[in-house]
Every structure is written in structure tokens, then in C-alpha cells.
């Protein structure tokens, strides 16, 4: 049977433009588009293997449907020219690919795809690939929609009976629900106030919108009055919905045959494009072939992998050949490495992959295998093993020997590509197919053990790719000048995580309880005097019946609305505090309701039983500038500007009696990393004479002597310079200090003309950042910054501000690490048995035994203040006490 695939090219190529980052070849050309729409066509090429292909491309911005309607897609954004550059690219692409393309004057490609589905032949089926909703009525028996999701990587595939299971409707009744809910994107009306899920229920009653019309008298309130004034909107829409079926196509049909892609044509398409890592893998294909002759693409070869399921008769084989393994790749349930369910180990060598299932792992003859997993001198590769240390040592595994970590180096080499799976860094140096852990254990409660052997072959597939990417990984660092950062900094520090995470800090559980308790009464006083004020009882956490008390009822202005009523978000309360007494008692009542939820009986939930302490997690790999990110529980985030926030560090308290609690915070770390880089005269000043800086600022801004200085001054003094290493706006300054947009922009400008050297710092830094791509911080982490030359203002001018302070929070965020890098391999010279337990932003957190406790008081600072060299002093204030909130 024939097999043909039919796809939408604006529509794939408009997802694979916003999808993929900006790129450009050597001549700076953009080719982000074609490459995200070439990576699409051979993966279908590949799992679909069809014997035709088209695409079918819009000719033009005029159809026969403005006609009917002149403000058809109206609404729509021109097409960026960093876009439109690549449609003759691509185009080009398609013919040395050999894969026939199609448009006419007048019509879209929908039109098109309409018109060559319509056939019914009985020995064809059709794919067609759309990002557009509106071909799902073109389903039918033999027609398949594709439609991809994620950009052009991910697709859903829709039958008549996907649709009816999805929208218990019939492929053609798309129209109707287009016709009542309109669609924004190609500016067509609808009907107001009806979303997909109302005209899902007008259509499951009424089949129709000619039904819905007739029976308009038997609806109520609102609904019947839209629907009665916007009648003939709603039948143009559905006219304009519907696709065009009976396009004049004068196409030979021989033409659409795909025998494959061509070597001859495709692979010098492709070197001009500079796509690299698309050549490559074409011209292995071609090499199988007999010169230039056309090929057909197929999958990767599967590659021979000795996999051994261990059971108790392998064990003296793999006790002989375990001082071979070097890779390591562990199977386990559940993303809370505390909490997580180990299933089984695969331990790879270069000739064979041995699979272990937890019950094998634990057995009393395994015993050798454990101690090979202890052995700090037995080299360990592997993917996230920060996560596999964590949960092997819950199940009462030791984990030493970490020598090279995939995930991590991936994250150095790009930070916004934040946990990189096995499968994107296989795919990034062109190794192996691996598939998703979803595709063979599923997500979430679908989440199953499937046989032994398919996790086998799974784990020894992520080996091999761990394996093979290791050296290439090595060599990237090296070249990017980044292996110190991985080596010195970033490895150890995993090390030091885990071992913080699996200590924890003790939680009293008694004082968290007795504070929940006062919490509540707050809570409840609160709500008591907002009914007073309100006159009438409601439900304060329901945004609509709050707007309806607000503006309704207390007639407080207006200040915006959203789809469905009146905003009542935290800008919207502050706006509107001066105006009534209530609005102070809802933002407590706020605050205090989170406080109860979220971190007294959130925190109660994540006390481990068997330790009576919390353990967070950790994550090195998700933020772009180089912090860490805490979970399960998160403890960076305990509020700590309100007094109630503070109090609940109070039941962070020591595991070990008579212990104390020693804190260590950097002082204004980030302002000091600015005046160092910025080598800004007056900033370094103040830091040298240990000045107060955000007096200094007020001094230096105003003009007036420090003695003149007033709150208020110093308070905007503070806002600029947070603001300044931010990359704040004159909007946000002014949202801040509650002044016009305009006394802010002049307040930023007599900053810069006071600390020019920082001004200075910004401009080379955007400069810098548009010739090189990236900005660095001291340690030489690189971010990378594709929007910064973008046309889009709005993206390039969050990629100017991001080259603005990434270098100066990156190198801080770097700092802390250094710092927690030397402390521990100070401590364990001195054998303290003081513990690290806490990493909160620029904060450390110990628990430290009386009789070491001044020992810490002096060595803590002095270890934060030595991390690293600056022209200006780093500063780390110490304080201890009985918990975590006396410390402070």
C-alpha cells in the first residue's frame, strides 16, 4: 500500500523558527527554520518510510477568503524577516532532496492538503504533518493528522477516533467548534465569550452551528446574547474555517514519488547550510550506497551489546571482570532521590553491560559488587551521578569514585539547556539512539517496571552513549577553556551536596506544629475582620468572588481585568491599598495562608521518619547563572522579609544536644563582584573604606554629605543598586520606589554619570556579548545568548540585560561554590566534626559542636572571604545560636 505524507510548510516552518534557537551560517544567514524543518523531514522519513511526499507551501497573503472577509488574519504579526529569509532555503533544500513541493496563487496550503486528501482510494493512507488544529477535519479512514507539539520534536497523531475519544466530536464538526470559538490567529471572530469548552458543550448537544442558532431561545443569560447578536460571525466562521477542497491542482502525481534522498544533490545542499551534524549523518548513509544514486534513509544500525541479566550463577563472572566497569547508569522510581525506588544498576564495560535488579544488588553474595561501588580509587562514569549517590545510599549502597558525569559537564558546556537528557547529549554528538525513559517505564502513575530484558537493553544502550560521549565531552571542555570549573568546582561539589543532602537538618517537629497553630488564629482573626470590613462572608481565595466584594460591592477602581473578570493579583492589592482598609488585612491573609500551607505543613510532610530531618535536594543543573536550585523541600525559599517567615527557621535546630547552630551570610557579594569587574573607582572605594554602600550610592547620586543622607535616600540608593546588577529597567525602578516612569529613568541616569565605570562595564559587556555570542563569569562559566542580535526588541533586549548580569550573580553564585569546595577540605584536614548542612543564596549553614564552636566562628569567614581574589574585600558575617533563626 502506498504510503504518502503530505506536509503544511508554513505552518512547520513558522514552529521550527520560534522553536529553535537562533543560528546562522558563516555568511549570517539564519537558518534556524530549515534546520528544525531538515531535522523533522528524516525523522519522518525514517519511521514512516513513505513512498510520496509533498509539501505544500501558502503562495502569498491574499486568498480567496478576504474576499469574504478582509480582516482574514488580520491580526497576525508580519513575518519576521529572520523567517522569511529561509522559506527559499528551504525551498531549495526540498528539491536537492528530493521531495516535490506545491502552491497556487490564491489559496493556502491547507487548501491544498484539502484537495489532495480528498481522495478516497482505498490503497493509499495519508499523513498529514500540521501544526494546525484546524486539518483535524480532514480526518479520515485513510487519512491520519500529525500534529506536532513542542515545536517540530514531539507529534500527536489523530484518526477519526482519536478526535471523537479527545473531543467527542466528528472530524468534520472541528468547523463548528472554530465557527463558536473563533480562532485569535487567523482573526476570525467567533462568538464572544465562548472558549473551546463551552462550544465543546454547545456542539455535544447540538451537533452544529447551524443547530446551535435554531435553538438559541432555549439558552440563557449571557451566552444566549452573544450568540444571538454574533449569529452571522459565527456562520462566517465557520465558512472561513472550513478548508477549500476543490482547488484547480494540475500536479503529476509521478512527481510526488520519494524513492529516497538523493547524495548527489542533498549533501552539497546540506554543506552549504553548514549543517554538520545532519551531513555527517547522511554521508554515512551514503557511503553504503554505490557512488551518487539516490539512497533511502533508515534508523541507526542496532549496535551488538553483550548484556548479561545478572542472577546468582553470574555473580564469579562478574566478580572476575568488575575491575573492567567504568560506567555506571542507574533505574530507579521517582524524582525525589529520598524517596526514590532503586529498580536496578547496570554496570558497563567496553566489552560487556551487566544489568543488576535492586534484589540481586542487595544479595548477601553480591556483597563484591557493593564494595567496588564504595571504592573511591575505582573511576565511576555515569548520568546524574549526584541523584544515583543519593538513592544507592538510602538503599544502603555507598557511592565513591565519581570521575565523570555526563549530565553535569552537559549543563557547563550550555547552561540553558538544563537537564540534558541521556538521549539530547546522545544526540548532540551523534551517537547511538536511545529512547526516552517515558517510552519504556511511562510517567507518572502510569509509571511501570516492564520485563527485566527491556531494561537491560535500555540501561546498556545509556552506556554506551555515556561511554562514547565521555572523551568528546573532555575535549569540549578543554577547548572552552571550562575543565577547571568542571574539575576544581562543579564535580567535587556534587560530592559535597550528597553528603549534606544525606545528613539533612533536623526539624522539631513540636515548635513547627505549635507555630501552625498561631499561624492559624492569625488567620482566622484576619478573615473575621475582612467579613467585618466586607459586610458579608466570602470565599477570600476565589480571585472572582474577591473582585465581585472589591469592585462591586466596595466600589474600589478598577485597575485591570483578565479573561474571566477583575485581577486581584499582588500588583493589583498594592495599587489599590490607599483606597480601603481591607486590602492591607487580604495581603495578610494571603501571606499567612501560604506560610501554613506551604511551609508549616509542607514542611511537616517532608520530615523523614527514619532521621526526624528534612533533606533537600540539591540541583546543579538547573539555573543559567550557575546557582543551585533546592527541592523536596525547597529551603532557599522560606520568606524571611516578614517576621512570621523568619520565626519558622526557629525549628531548624541541631540534631545533637548541646550543638549549636553557626551561620555565615556574604555581605552585599554581588555589588562587590560588580565594583570589581566594572573596576569602577568610586564603587571600589566604598568597599575598600568598608563604607556603607548603599549610603555611598545616596551620597555620591544626590550630592549631599553622608551626615545629609536620609531613609528615604538611602532606601532608593538601594533599589538602584540591586536594580543596576538585575539589569532593571526605569519600569521596574519605578514600580519599585512607587515614583513615575520618568523620575526613574532620570534616577538611573544620574546613577550611571556618578559610577561610569559601570556604565561602561554594561555597554562593553552587550558589545562583547553580540560578537562572541556568550558572556563569561571570573571562573570562566559561559551563558550563551542567541536572542542577543534578534529583531524581536523584546528578546533582545532580555538577552542584553542577561549579558549585563549574568558575569556579576554567575561569578557570585560561583563564589559560594568555591567556598563550600575549600571549607569542606578544610574541615576535614582539621577532623572538625562540625557538619555543612545548609547552601540558602549567599548563606552557609553548620551544625557545630561546642567545644569547636569559635573554631568555626573564625574559620567560616575566613574561608568565605580567601574563596577568591577580588580588588575589592569579600565579607562574610558569622553569627550562631540554638536554631537557625537565632543565628541570623
Request: charged share 25%; net charge negative.
Amino acid at each position: 500500500m502506498e504510503k504518502w505524507i503530505i506536509i503544511d510548510g508554513n505552518s512547520i516552518a513558522n514552529r521550527a523558527f520560534y522553536a529553535m534557537p537562533p543560528l546562522t551560517n558563516s555568511q549570517g544567514i539564519h537558518t534556524n527554520a530549515v534546520y528544525g524543518f531538515t531535522t523533522m523531514l528524516l525523522k519522518l522519513v525514517e519511521e514512516e518510510k513513505p513512498t510520496h511526499m509533498l509539501v505544500a507551501f501558502d503562495a502569498g497573503k491574499i486568498t480567496f477568503r478576504h474576499g469574504d472577509y478582509k480582516d482574514y488574519k488580520g491580526g497576525r504579526a508580519k513575518t519576521p524577516p529572520e523567517l522569511s529569509e529561509q522559506f527559499p532555503l528551504m525551498k531549495e533544500l526540498l528539491e536537492a532532496m528530493g521531495i516535490a513541493q506545491f502552491e497556487l496563487s490564491g489559496y493556502e496550503a491547507d487548501d491544498i492538503i484539502g484537495t489532495m486528501t480528498l481522495d478516497s482510494e482505498q490503497e493509499k493512507q495519508v499523513l498529514v504533518v500540521t501544526g494546525d488544529k484546524d486539518m483535524l477535519q480532514l480526518a479520515s479512514d485513510q487519512v491520519t493528522i500529525v500534529l506536532t507539539r513542542k515545536g517540530v520534536t514531539e507529534i500527536e497523531k489523530y484518526t477519526p477516533a482519536a478526535i471523537e475519544e479527545k473531543y467527542q466530536l466528528k472530524p468534520l464538526q472541528i468547523i463548528d467548534m472554530k465557527g463558536l470559538m473563533g480562532d485569535s490567529s487567523d482573526n476570525i471572530p467567533g462568538v464572544p465569550g465562548i472558549g473551546e469548552k463551552t462550544a465543546l458543550k454547545l456542539l455535544h448537544q447540538y451537533g452544529s452551528v447551524e443547530n446551535v442558532l435554531d435553538h438559541v431561545d432555549e439558552l440563557k443569560g449571557k451566552m444566549k446574547e452573544n450568540i444571538t447578536n454574533h449569529a452571522e460571525d459565527a456562520r462566517m466562521s465557520k465558512q472561513l474555517a472550513t478548508i477549500y477542497r476543490e482547488v484547480p491542482i494540475e500536479l503529476d502525481q509521478e512527481k510526488l514519488k520519494f524513492e529516497g534522498i538523493p547524495a548527489d544533490t542533498a549533501l552539497p545542499m546540506l554543506r552549504k547550510l553548514e549543517f554538520k551534524s545532519v551531513l555527517e549523518r547522511v554521508e554515512k548513509l551514503a557511503a553504503h550506497q554505490n557512488g551518487d544514486v539516490a539512497f533511502e534513509i533508515e534508523k541507526e544500525p542496532e549496535i551488538e551489546l553483550d548484556v548479561v541479566i545478572v542472577t546468582p550463577e553470574h555473580l564469579a563472572r562478574l566478580r572476575d571482570a568488575i575491575t573492567e566497569v567504568d560506567t555506571l547508569v542507574l533505574e530507579a522510581k521517582g524524582d525525589n532521590p529520598h524517596q526514590a525506588e532503586a529498580i536496578g544498576l547496570m554496570l558497563s564495560s567496553a566489552n560487556t553491560s551487566w544489568y543488576v535488579p535492586v534484589d540481586m544488588l542487595l544479595h548477601e553474595d553480591a556483597a563484591f559488587i557493593r564494595e567496588w561501588l564504595g571504592n573511591e580509587s575505582a573511576v565511576k562514569y555515569g548520568y546524574d551521578l549526584h541523584y544515583m549517590e543519593l538513592v544507592l545510599h538510602w538503599a544502603g549502597i555507598t557511592l565513591r569514585g565519581n570521575e565523570f558525569d555526563i549530565q553535569l559537564a552537559a549543563y557547563i558546556l550550555d547552561p540553558s539547556d538544563a537537564n540534558a537528557t541521556v538521549q539530547s547529549i546522545a544526540n548532540k554528538y551523534e551517537q547511538i539512539s536511545v529512547v526516552e525513559d517515558e517510552a519504556i517505564f511511562g510517567k507518572g502513575a502510569k509509571f511501570k517496571v516492564p520485563e527485566a530484558s527491556i531494561v537491560a537493553d535500555h540501561t546498556a544502550r545509556k552506556a554506551y552513549v555515556i561511554r562514547h560521549v565521555v572523551p568528546m565531552m573532555k575535549a569540549d571542555l578543554e577547548r572552552y577553556e571550562m575543565s577547571k570549573l568542571y574539575d576544581e568546582l562543579e564535580l567535587p561539589l556534587s560530592s559535597i551536596l550528597a553528603q549534606m543532602e544525606k545528613t539533612g537538618i533536623h526539624v522539631d517537629k513540636e515548635s513547627l506544629e505549635q507555630l501552625g497553630k498561631q499561624f492559624t488564629e492569625q488567620i482566622e482573626t484576619t478573615m473575621v475582620r475582612i467579613y467585618e470590613l466586607a459586610g458579608t462572608e466570602f470565599n477570600i481565595g476565589s480571585p472572582k468572588q474577591l473582585g465581585e466584594i472589591l469592585f462591586d460591592k466596595l466600589g474600589l477602581p478598577v485597575v485591570k481585568k483578565t479573561k474571566t473578570g477583575y485581577s486581584t493579583d499582588a500588583e493589583v492589592l498594592d495599587k489599590l491599598a490607599p483606597y480601603h482598609d481591607i486590602i492591607p488585612l487580604i495581603l495578610h491573609y494571603r501571606q499567612m495562608t501560604k506560610l501554613q500551607s506551604t511551609y508549616i505543613e509542607g514542611l511537616l510532610k517532608e520530615v523523614k521518619p527514619e532521621t526526624g530531618r528534612v533533606h533537600t535536594y540539591y540541583r546543579q543543573t538547573i539555573a543559567a547563572t550557575g546557582r543551585l536550585s533546592s527541592q523536596y523541600p525547597n529551603l532557599q525559599n522560606i520568606p524571611i522579609r516578614l517576621e512570621e517567615g523568619r520565626r519558622i527557621r526557629q525549628a531548624f535546630v541541631p540534631t545533637e544536644e548541646g550543638w549549636t547552630i553557626v551561620a555565615a551570610d556574604y555581605s552585599q557579594i554581588e555589588l562587590r563582584v560588580l565594583a570589581h569587574i566594572s573596576r569602577d573607582e568610586k564603587l571600589k572605594e566604598a568597599f575598600i573604606k568598608d563604607m556603607d554602600i548603599h549610603t555611598k550610592t545616596a551620597m555620591d547620586v544626590f550630592g549631599v554629605a553622608e551626615s545629609d543622607v536620609d531613609s528615604n535616600m538611602r532606601r532608593q540608593a538601594k533599589a538602584v543598586n540591586f536594580g543596576i546588577v538585575y539589569g532593571i529597567s526605569d519600569y521596574g525602578l519605578s514600580q519599585n520606589l512607587n515614583i513615575t516612569r520618568k523620575e526613574a529613568a532620570q534616577f538611573i541616569d544620574q546613577y550611571f554619570a556618578v559610577f561610569q565605570g559601570v556604565r561602561t562595564f554594561m555597554d562593553d559587556i552587550v558589545k562583547q556579548a553580540r560578537q562572541d555570542g556568550y558572556v563569561k563569569t571570573l571562573l570562566e562559566r559561559r551563558r550563551y545568548l542567541p536572542e542577543i542580535n534578534a529583531s524581536n526588541f523584546n528578546l533582545r533586549s532580555f538577552a542584553e540585560r542577561t549579558a549585563m548580569n549574568t558575569p556579576i550573580q554567575g561569578t557570585a553564585a560561583d563564589i559560594i561554590k568555591l567556598a563550600m569546595v575549600q571549607m569542606d577540605k578544610r574541615m576535614r584536614e582539621m577532623q572538625l566534626k562540625s557538619r555543612m548542612l545548609l547552601q540558602v543564596h549567599d548563606e552557609l549553614v553548620f551544625e557545630v559542636p561546642q567545644d569547636e564552636v569559635e573554631t568555626m566562628k573564625k574559620l567560616v569567614p575566613e574561608v568565605m572571604e580567601q574563596a577568591i581574589e577580588l580588588s575589592v574585600p569579600l565579607r562574610a558575617d558569622v553569627s550562631t545560636g540554638s536554631n537557625w533563626y537565632e543565628a541570623k
